[in-house]
């Protein structure tokens, strides 16, 4: 809401600067989000000096001018031919700069001559209606001063963001009621003549046909009204406050709206049919077409003003095209009414229209101000638009509203404010914003009829807080129990994870929780995937972020692809995040997983080691590094079922037997997708299933006594065909239910010469170790002889 | 007379013996005087010709000083190991380390995290839940009917099904307050959702929501527990103040405001030349929202609050653009370190 000073002063005398007025409304709850000055918005508007005038023969209207602004020299073409002189100053907009009239200035040409700009009247520069004559600034302006400068004219809007509750503040009346409330400096009433709300019979019929729908409805028709262009000082106003001019009764009614917050429809009054007004719900499927021009279906759920044979407005919102003021207009009806807010709400949302009248209905008009309304538009009217003729006020009102009467019990204040504020200040403010009395425990309360915000003890609790001042009220800490509860387990396990893999040096990373579907094409998914079922936004800001991610893959890749692209060759990342399923209710499921992904080098040049890529190892590792912090034992089952991971670089991830993710490295195609030029490993887990396990570890946990005795170790070294894998021995070591064997690990593998092609050479090394006591060597030797003898004859090994 | 030899070997020895600076000269000293040929051993050799008391007495003195010597040669050969260690090992050690990188934790991470140990060490228990909410949870319970215009204030992700994405973390006061009994603490931190995307508003964003319900937790309480967050969070001499605000499921309603980190209240860009900045959202607990979940206001009273942890990381670093938090650029999350 736009507040000109000027406008707000002349219902409150302002003690203080506009800087200092917008303070007190701020820290009165009415948020002051800007102190604008529209003058300077508009532009460079400066003051240029005339040098020289020529007319050239091929120029008919025009007159070609060379002007300064102080620092530089140029052309400017105008039409007021006769005006321009030598050594004038006159007033310019330049090129990007706004005028009064909302025109955007631009460098225009005219056969080979060309206009920098434009010479402004006193109207185009907003000062007043003179539109012929060129406006002339004084003889010692120095060019390229702002013009209002110059002038000495100023104008300072204050912007507020008005809270949907304070329907009353949609207004400058409203504003000036509000400082009032916080200041006590003078509100000057709203003042009628009485001879105002006379006039004539009324020509026509109106009628509440749905009156869930409306309130109240008043109205008066005017006879012999010119239509035609506002006064300035109307033109303006709205201006200051972001409206256009259109003509005087469509301007009155908009000046109306903005100085006392009640909206006010006019009609043409010979376009009435039946010269009856019915305020009615719509038939299913009627149809208007409407002052946007664009036509509209309506249902039985919207309210509209019909005459006798078709609806003329959609009620509160927007009128139709035919029954608007025109120029042609003559005789108007004025409608001044109270809507139902919820109605009007789910029609201006249904259709989405909104408009400064919508707008003001669903956030509560005064009931009172109906009439006041209509009284101060009729002012406006006679003396503007110059009605000869004028009827009664019509008032349908069937139901007159009634404040509640609201009980505050002062305890009550004292317990909900930790504060007692002075009784006598309490019943000051009570009475600043309703009617009230005193009661034996308290106090009773009837709102004003333009502050149906508040309605329960706590509405007046804010009051009293408000107007006293937030900041003159202690601040205290609470007294509770001491008990509480700490994070969640699974909070705690979020954290250890995060923290476990932030010191392998992977970064945390956010993406958003939409993705683009395409992006799980690209993936290469089964149609069965279960990924693809994935959740819609009905209304996405943009397709690529149109469905609720079930994976954090394409995030994380998109991630990686942003970093590619600026340079970055080596990165290592993780996302921690839920993913989302639907279910057969509203709810989805929404899994936590976490996902990581390595791309590029492994290391960063340096002196002590050659660079390198990363490669499936590496991922492998961390992932172990990770399972063993947690102590949760993970299965790496080569190879991964996921189709857009290289098969032979790839694991799916058991726990127990149950699948929870998979880990491996990402097939080129799908990167050259992605125009990613390196190497990407990605993996990525369900936690929900993690969790549960950790959390069971975690209880049965016991620690052991490091071994008091020393352990020996005995290698295997051994040629093998190239097939065989590590894990295949390993699993076998492990059905040979060795003796005193503590662990058994692969420390060596080498192909290549002198070790035929096909052969590798490997070593494994085992170490044993009793509880009780030094083993022998010789009972090692044996253990180790039958041990190396078995792996030999299973894997038809050779020795080295 | 052989006592006075032993003399002159005495001064010989030591004068030779400060000589010694490495082990080869030490070795060649000690074979010279204490080897099987060395000059002590062929005067302790001489010594069995000369009469007893003669004998006691210089071989004692012998004896004594190769016992000495022996001793003063073990300390000085410790003194030159240890110097021999303190020679140029031909090193650059200018060349940097083997380094190992730590990675780094999100900035709305760590602000996260920081913002619940605060509410933690005033007994708040973190809790969180569904980012796809009902239209209950998300407005109807928290007393914003459907045809409410503070609707107007959140736009709204819906989701197909007629499910929406919750538009702000005050859900989880309806399901913390259904969960639980009163009296409660609870923080909850989490994404949340609106249709709005520019370099100050981002689609996706983090917030935090408080609530506490207890007895007598009052006005005045809420103020005390949101001026000790904004100390913790930016600072002892922190200053903040309150408004009077509007939100439909709290009644008073508040904005706290810091004074601008950056200009300290003179006014700039960033507070836009009002000197403070918006923080959080805050007032107590609406009496439509207790019974919404069935608390006898009678009894019960409290306070809520919620506040966005992009404003809050976007003011203590001075960071400009909210996108950059969803780029995830590497350089700008390591910059957190």
Excluded at chain 1, 176 to 187: F, G, K
Aim: proline share 5%.
């Amino acid at each position: 809401m736009k507040i000109p000073i000027s406008w707000l002063s002349e219902f409150i005398e302002l003690k203080v600067s506009p800087e200092e007025v917008a303070e007190i409304l701020t820290m009165g709850g009415v948020e002051v989000e800007n102190i604008e000055r529209p003058y300077e918005n508009l532009g460079e508007l400066i003051a240029v000096k005339i040098l020289e005038v020529y007319k050239p023969e091929d120029l008919k209207d025009l007159a070609v001018c060379k002007v300064t602004d102080g620092k530089e020299t140029f052309t400017v073409l105008t039409t007021a031919k006769e005006q321009v002189k030598p050594n004038l100053i006159v007033g310019f907009a330049k090129p990007e700069s706004l005028t009064f009239g909302f025109e955007k200035v631009e460098i225009k040409s005219v056969k080979n001559y060309k206009s920098y700009g434009m010479f402004l009247s006193s109207y185009e520069a907003g000062i007043s209606e003179e539109k012929e004559k060129l406006l002339i600034l004084p003889e010692n302006s120095s060019p390229g001063e702002s013009i209002y400068k110059i002038l000495g004219i100023s104008e300072i809007v204050l912007d507020l963001a008005i809270t949907p509750n304070r329907g009353d503040l949609l207004s400058i009346f409203g504003v000036a009621r509000e400082l009032h409330t916080l200041t006590s400096w003078e509100l000057k009433p709203l003042n009628f003549e009485k001879s105002l709300s006379l006039g004539e019979k009324f020509p026509g019929k109106i009628e509440i046909l749905d009156p869930d729908g409306c309130f109240r409805y008043a109205g008066r028709f005017f006879g012999k009204i010119k239509v035609k262009e506002s006064p300035f000082y109307i033109q303006k106003r709205l201006w200051l406050c972001g409206l256009r001019p259109i003509n005087n009764i469509v301007d009155i009614t908009n000046y109306v709206l903005l100085e006392l917050g009640q909206p006010l429809h006019a009609f043409d009054w010979r376009k009435i049919e039946g010269k009856t007004i019915l305020v009615r719900s719509a038939y299913p499927k009627e149809r208007l077409l409407m002052l946007d021009g664009i036509e509209r279906e309506f249902t039985e759920e919207d309210l509209v003003i019909a005459d006798a044979k078709k609806a003329m407005v959609l009620a509160g919102i927007m009128g139709g095209e035919e029954t608007g003021v025109s120029e042609t207009t003559e005789d108007i009806f004025l409608e001044s009414a109270w809507f139902n807010p919820k109605r009007i709400r789910k029609s201006s949302q249904r259709h989405k229209i909104t408009t400064e009248s919508s707008y003001r209905f669903e956030r509560n008009i005064d009931p009172e101000g109906v009439i006041w309304g209509l009284l101060r538009a009729s002012e406006l009217i006679l003396k503007i638009a110059e009605a000869q003729t004028y009827s009664e006020v019509i008032d349908v009102y069937p139901k007159p509203f009634s404040s509640p009467k609201i009980n505050l019990p002062t305890q009550k204040i004292v317990k909900y404010l930790g504060f007692s504020v002075p009784s006598e200040e309490v019943e000051k403010i009570l009475n600043k914003v309703g009617e009230t009395k005193k009661t034996d425990h308290g106090f009773q309360v009837v709102p004003f009829s333009y502050r149906q915000d508040l309605k329960i003890p706590e509405d007046l609790i804010e009051e009293i807080a408000r107007i006293y001042g937030y900041e003159r009220i202690p601040s205290t800490f609470p007294e509770s129990i001491l008990y509480c509860k700490g994070p969640s387990k699974k909070l705690e396990f979020e954290r250890k994870l995060r923290d476990i893999l932030k010191s392998l040096g992977f970064s945390k990373v956010i993406t958003y929780s939409f993705i683009d579907p395409k992006s799980l094409e690209k993936l290469n998914l089964r149609k069965e995937d279960r990924r693809l079922n994935f959740i819609e936004l009905a209304n996405p800001l943009t397709s690529i972020q149109s469905v609720m991610r079930t994976s954090l893959i394409p995030g994380l890749i998109e991630t990686a692809c942003f970093n590619f692209f600026r340079e970055i060759n080596s990165l290592k990342i993780f996302e921690i995040g839920k993913v989302f399923f639907p279910t057969n209710n509203l709810l989805a499921d929404e899994p936590l997983y976490l996902g990581i992904l390595l791309m590029g080098n492994a290391n960063k040049e340096n002196w002590y080691e050659n660079l390198r890529k990363f490669d499936i190892y590496d991922l492998k590792g961390y992932l172990e590094s990770l399972f063993k912090t947690l102590r949760i034992n993970i299965d790496f089952k080569p190879y991964s079922s996921e189709p857009f991971l290289k098969k032979g670089a790839s694991f799916d991830l058991y726990l127990n037997g149950e699948k929870i993710g998979f880990a491996g490295e990402i097939k080129s195609l799908i990167l050259k997708e992605f125009d990613l030029k390196t190497c990407v490993f990605v993996g990525e887990i369900n936690l929900e299933i993690l969790f549960e396990k950790f959390e069971r570890i975690e209880k049965e946990l016991t620690i052991k006594r490091p071994p008091k005795y020393p352990s020996t170790f005995r290698d295997v070294t051994c040629i093998i065909k190239k097939e065989i894998k590590i894990g295949e021995i390993l699993d076998f070591v492990k059905t040979l239910s060795i003796p005193y064997l503590e662990k058994v690990k692969c420390i060596k593998i080498y192909e290549g010469p002198p070790i035929p092609e096909g052969e590798k050479s490997i070593t494994i090394r085992f170490w044993y170790r009793a509880e009780d006591r030094t083993l022998k060597d010789e009972e090692v030797n044996d253990i180790q002889d039958a041990v190396a003898k078995s792996i030999f004859n299973k894997f038809s090994a050779k020795p080295r | 007379m052989i006592s006075d030899e032993i003399e002159k070997l005495k001064k010989e020895i030591w004068s030779s013996f400060e000589k010694i600076e490495d082990l080869s000269q030490l070795e060649s000293f000690r074979i010279k005087y204490l080897g099987k040929k060395g000059k002590i051993t062929s005067f302790l050799k001489l010594l069995k010709d000369l009469p007893l008391e003669e004998k006691k007495l210089l071989g004692k003195e012998l004896n004594e000083l190769k016992d000495e010597l022996e001793e003063r040669l073990r300390e000085k050969e410790r003194e030159i190991l240890f110097k021999e260690e303190d020679k140029d090992l031909g090193l650059d050690l200018t060349l940097p380390g083997r380094s190992l990188s730590i990675g780094t934790l999100h900035p709305l991470t760590q602000i996260i995290d920081e913002l619940c140990q605060i509410f933690s060490r005033l007994g708040f228990e973190v809790v969180t839940g569904p980012e796809i909410e009902t239209e209950y949870y998300n407005f109807t319970a928290l007393n914003i009917p459907d045809w409410h215009p503070a609707r107007d204030m959140q736009a709204t992700f819906y989701l197909k099904n007629g499910a929406l994405l919750r538009t702000h973390t005050s859900p989880m006061q309806i399901r913390a307050m259904l969960e639980r009994k009163p009296p409660l603490r609870i923080v909850a931190p989490g994404k949340v959702y609106r249709c709005d995307a520019d370099i100050r508003h981002s689609p996706m964003f983090h917030q935090i929501e408080g609530l506490m319900v207890d007895r007598n937790v009052s006005f005045s309480d809420l103020k005390g527990v949101l001026i000790y967050f904004a100390k913790e969070v930016f600072g002892e001499k922190t200053k903040v103040r309150f408004r009077p605000s509007y939100f439909p499921f709290t009644e008073p309603s508040l904005e706290m405001d810091i004074e601008c980190v950056i200009c300290k209240g003179r006014g700039c860009r960033v507070c836009g030349s009002a000197g403070w900045l918006e923080i959080l959202g805050a007032g107590m607990v609406h009496p439509e929202v207790f019974k919404a979940v069935n608390y006898d206001t009678e009894i019960w009273q409290g306070f809520a609050f919620g506040l966005g942890i992009e404003r809050i990381a976007m003011i203590k670093y001075g960071i400009d653009d909210i996108r950059m938090f969803f780029e995830n650029h590497l350089l700008f999350l390591q910059s957190f370190k």
